[in-house]
């Protein structure tokens, strides 16, 4: 194909002929190094020009000297126009005499030839045009990537928001109308998180928390957070051991330029008890029934920031009084800034609750305030840069109740009153094993269990890690060695998949005892796999309850113990005061094995 095309409108066919050869006689080199001749099309007049450059997409037109005469600039307008997007330089032939005159072609040209004709300098204008063309290839092939990139990334924004918008599926934000909220993301996706949910005993857990950044890249670490919430809060962990898990898994997945501020509170509607950790975040404001404010700063570093954390010193306990209600906040309101820079800041803020408390009766109060707020923020700014999240909470409303939670007993020195003696025995067949996870069933029924709140947490965990042992490395036999590498990691859980489809025998038996005596008690477990047994090198901590299991187990286990080539696992729990007296334990049996070693 010819490297350089032009076509030539000029209706005296002895001139039109002088300047194809002219341009014929001008070699061109590609930027593939191939010099070949440019091709040339003649034609007489504007009409024929129109209908064939469709066809011929020429990168140049040449006006010769009768027709640039006669030529008018609604004609280089439709010639431009037929051209499409890419531009088509249309050059006059003007004669010496006029040129020197000082004669300006009444058409909109870009440029003129002058005649007599000058081969050389033609080569010029003709190389220098070669160039732009091009060069506005390039751009043209750089736009249309940067087109598809961009459609790419909106797809790719869109599926992103649907999946975080998932992630709140589980929230119980728009269950109650004593919570209100705002969420305006500066990007597209938001780097502020907001999820609430209820505990299995009916208190109210509110997270607010903001990513440094925002768009995308803080978005992501919505994904971390909202499932350690969302996992462990419905099932009775606890507020302090939540947070001790969520610090943790974002100081291993953020990069270090990012962290996490958050504000998280447990609400107990029953005994009007409000616990509540600040990381970072702008001060929350507790607003009294008499316009009083407190106001909760932070105490703790941003989540992810050090591996370490201080969580059980900075939460803060409250008691809640009919008519408070809390405010909380990122930092995009207090940051809003407008044409001279100010920013709203704190003060602003608090003047607008301090007046909304003066201004009338409460329930008028509860209607304006929120939305006093936010018409102020959205008059102050003068354009939003950062996300910008509000949230009220009436802490006194009845509907903050979880309605479908039985009421907890919390007299008594021990909050459940008395547990009792009772046991359960379970034993899953492979078709269990294979098919389902049959813990979260199992721990549902154990919570219900008279006064079994007082443990749920530390039963949890323990028969979690007891059963996953049982599983994976009793039943499938796999060794936890695997695990050391970052491959090792990846193919561990492969096969563990892959062996649990695979099952056609093994079997899992759980022995639960609980046992019961005036100032305390204790739940002992045991768990018993199919498989061959515990190697000797268990003892020296270096088999499968080496690592994270083990420090969890000892954190709330009282003693542990099993023997290498057994595949009987005991543990106790314990709780309050005292020893059994003879013959209150039932005829339980100690286990004479040694504790497993740190």
């Given at each position: ?5 032009v076509?030539?409108i ?5 001139e ?15 930027p593939s190094g191939?010099?070949v ?8 007049s504007?009409?024929?020009?129109r ?10 037109v ?12 609604g004609?280089?307008?439709q010639?431009r126009q ?16 006029s ?30 045009i ?7 290839r390039s ?15 909106l797809q790719?924004?869109a ?13 119980c934000?728009?269950?109650t ?12 996706l938001?780097g502020?998180?907001l999820a ?13 928390a ?9 978005a ?6 909202t499932?350690i ?24 997945l ?5 962290f996490?501020?958050l ?8 005994r ?7 990381a ?14 407190e ?8 989540l ?5 954390d ?10 809640v ?11 995009g ?6 044409l ?8 602003r803020?608090l ?11 409460a ?9 006093r707020?936010l018409?102020?923020?959205?008059a102050?700014a003068?354009?939003?840069h950062?996300d910008?999240?509000?949230?009220e ?37 492979q ?5 389902a996870?049959?813990l979260p ?21 323990a028969?979690?890690?007891?059963f ?5 490395h ?6 936890s ?5 970052d ?6 859980y492969d ?15 759980i ?13 002992q477990?045991q ?12 003892r020296?901590?270096r088999g ?10 000892r954190t ?11 595949s ?6 314990a ?7 003879d ?12 504790t497993?070693?740190?």
């Open positions: 194909m010819p490297g350089f095309r076509l030539i000029e209706s005296d066919a002895e039109a002929g002088r300047l194809r050869d002219l341009i014929r006689a001008c070699a061109y080199t590609s191939c010099t001749p440019a091709e040339t099309w003649c034609v007489d504007f009409a024929q020009a209908s064939i450059i469709g066809r011929v997409a020429p990168n140049l040449l006006f010769g000297p009768a027709s640039a005469r006669v030529a008018t600039a004609e280089l307008r010639l037929q051209s499409g997007l890419a531009p088509i330089p249309i050059l006059f032939v003007q004669d010496l005499k040129a020197c005159a000082g004669e300006v072609p009444k058409a909109d040209c870009d440029d003129i030839v002058i005649k007599p004709y000058n081969p050389g300098l033609m080569e010029m204008k003709l190389a220098s070669r160039r732009f063309r091009d060069f506005n751009l043209i092939t750089q736009r249309d990537r940067l087109r598809r990139h961009h459609a790419d990334f790719e924004q599926n992103a928001r649907e999946i975080f918008g998932n992630l709140g599926n589980e929230s934000l728009d269950d109308d004593a919570i209100r909220y705002h969420l305006s993301p500066r990007a597209v938001n502020d998180l609430a949910t209820y505990t299995p005993d009916g208190k109210l857990v509110l997270m607010l903001d990513f440094a950044g925002h768009g995308l890249a803080a992501v670490g919505a994904v971390p957070l499932s919430f969302y996992s462990m809060m419905p099932r009775g962990f606890s507020f302090s051991r939540v947070l001790r898990e969520m610090n943790r898994k974002l100081f291993d953020l990069p270090r330029q990012m996490c501020c504000v998280m509170l447990e609400l107990d509607p029953r009007n008890h409000l616990r509540l950790l600040n970072g975040m702008p001060s929350p404001c507790l607003v009294r029934a008499d316009g009083a404010q106001l909760f700063v932070s105490r703790h570093l941003p992810g920031v050090l591996a370490d201080q969580v059980d010193t900075a939460i803060v306990n409250y008691q009084r009919a008519g408070d209600r809390l405010f909380l906040w990122s930092d309101i207090h940051e809003a800034r407008n001279r820079g100010e920013h709203f800041g704190e003060e803020l003047a607008l609750l301090r007046k909304g408390a003066e201004s009338g009766e329930p008028s109060r509860e209607l304006q305030d929120f939305d707020i018409v102020a923020v959205n102050h003068a354009e939003q950062d910008l999240s509000l949230v909470l009436d802490l006194s409303k009845p509907s903050l109740t979880k309605g479908d939670c039985p009421a907890v007993d919390y007299s008594g020195v021990r909050r459940g009153g008395r547990i009792g003696e009772w046991s359960i025995e379970i034993c899953l067949a078709e269990e094993l294979r098919e996870d049959p069933h199992l721990l549902s029924v154990l919570v219900q269990m008279p006064g079994a709140v007082r443990f749920r947490e530390d039963l949890a965990i028969l979690g890690e007891l996953r042992n049982a599983m994976e009793g039943v499938l036999g796999l060794d060695s695997i695990k050391n590498t491959e090792g990691f990846v193919r561990y096969l563990l998949e892959e062996r649990r489809q695979q099952l056609d025998g093994g079997w899992i038996r022995s639960l005892r609980c046992d019961d005596w005036g100032g305390g008690g204790e739940l477990l768990v018993e796999d199919s498989g061959s047994g515990f190697p000797p090198c268990t020296s901590g499968v309850y080496s690592g994270r299991g083990l420090a969890m187990l709330v286990c009282r003693n542990l113990e099993f023997s290498p080539g057994s009987l696992v005991r543990a106790v729990i709780w309050g005061d005292g020893q059994p007296t013959g209150e334990n039932g005829g339980a049996k100690t286990v004479q094995t040694p497993v070693p740190v």
